[in-house]
């Protein structure tokens, strides 16, 4: 069964320091790896994805993800926080094997300091 | 705006009671999928249709129900509601190849009393 962890629950960063949210999946087969973004009160936002090909990703405002086969890892980064990115960050996975269905990690609440 | 529409926004109902929440997903998709939020649960898929068809099936309670209509449109109704029932439910839609991207509407905020 596929399986997706997001190991921090809540992080702090201050505006302007750089963020790494990290993701560990379990998949069977050739993943498809995905970052949502959901703001208080707000949808599921697509950040980035991840199907094939080269494994730095990049995404919209600022965001990168790296997908590392060997750790079954796909963290997501970016280099300088806006007060803005404050938010609920969730990763997924889904793929063929799965029938297109996507398994969420817990999510990752990020606070921003001014 | 992802192009998917969810309404209502919010419903508040009472124990016992059934609900429907529609989705209207973007123009062209034809798959559409629907999934739970809840605090003790996170986000878990519920039941995916395929033009028409049901395709995948997750952690859908016999309570709950959903169909897609010939224009595209799929209906998630709950049944017999329970306070733990109590949740945010999202459709999304994709469209082109399987393993395509999702992309959500701003989901249903359902609230059992």
């Known amino acids: 069964a596929q399986s997706v962890t997001q190991p921090d629950i809540h992080i702090t960063v201050s505006e302007g320091a750089s963020l790494e949210l990290r993701c560990n999946y379990s998949?069977?087969?050739?993943?498809?790896l995905f970052w949502y973004v959901q703001s208080p009160g707000q949808g599921l936002q697509l950040l980035l994805k991840y199907f094939s090909g080269d494994t730095l990703v990049q995404g919209i405002k600022g965001f990168e993800a790296e997908f590392k086969r060997s750790q079954s890892s796909f963290n997501l980064r970016k280099p300088s926080v806006h007060w803005s990115d404050a938010a609920e960050y969730f990763c997924?996975?889904?793929?063929?094997?799965?029938?297109?269905?996507?398994?969420f990690g817990g999510g990752t609440r990020v606070l921003v300091k001014p | 705006d992802s192009g998917v529409t969810q309404t209502p926004k919010h419903l508040i109902t009472a124990t016992g009671q059934r609900v429907t929440l529609r989705c209207s997903p973007r123009?062209?998709?034809?798959?559409v999928y629907w999934y739970q939020q809840s605090l003790d649960q996170g986000l878990q898929f519920l039941i995916q249709y395929y033009n028409g068809e049901e395709r995948a099936k997750g952690n859908i309670l016999e309570r709950f129900s959903a169909q897609q209509f010939p224009d595209l449109h799929s209906e998630l109704n709950l049944s017999s509601l329970e306070l733990g029932d109590s949740a945010l439910y999202f459709c999304?839609?994709?469209?082109?190849?399987?393993?395509?991207?999702?992309?959500f509407g701003a989901g249903t905020r359902l609230s059992v009393l």
């Open positions: 123009s062209g998709d034809l798959s």
């Open positions: 997924a996975v889904g793929g063929l094997a799965a029938g297109n269905k996507l398994t």
């Open positions: 998949y069977g087969a050739t993943p498809y």
């Open positions: 999304a839609s994709s469209g082109g190849p399987p393993g395509g991207i999702q992309y």
